[in-house]
């Protein structure tokens, strides 16, 4: 098992950058591929970001490539992602997410899940 705690959510302006981290612990963390999900106050979560065990694949949803990027360290057991260019529709709590299997953009492939962290942007 690995557990998964995200930290770095906050109040921004538009326009605005925020870093998040989660931090894992537990089971090799390499081991993992991971993601980064949102879910806003009336919807369905959904797919923001993903990145391989190595870091040589990622994908990202439309709505923030070119905005967002995620990344890894191995090392320190952690996953980022920098979020540049906030807008106010990306205001939503932030998830985590491993996967023991193949990299996945689908929430139902990602077994493990961390608490999340609010982003809030205003305008």
């Known amino acids: 098992q690995v557990q998964l705690v995200e930290s770095g959510g906050g109040l921004v302006q538009a326009g605005g950058s925020l870093r998040l981290s989660c931090a894992a612990s537990?089971?090799?963390?390499?081991?993992?591929?991971m993601g980064w999900f949102r879910q806003a106050p009336g919807k369905e979560r959904e797919f923001v970001a993903a990145?391989?065990?190595?870091?040589?694949?990622?994908f990202y949803a439309g709505s923030v490539k070119g905005r967002f990027t995620i990344s890894r360290d191995n090392a320190k057991n952690t996953m980022y992602l920098q979020m540049n260019s906030l807008k106010p529709e990306d205001t939503a709590v932030y998830y985590c997410?491993?996967?023991?299997?193949?990299?996945?953009?689908?929430?139902?492939?990602?077994?493990?899940w961390g608490q999340g962290t609010q982003v809030t942007v205003s305008s």
């Open positions: 997410a491993a996967t023991g299997g193949i990299i996945s953009t689908r929430v139902y492939d990602f077994e493990y």
């Open positions: 537990g089971r090799t963390f390499s081991t993992y591929n």
């Open positions: 990145i391989n065990r190595n870091s040589d694949t990622t």
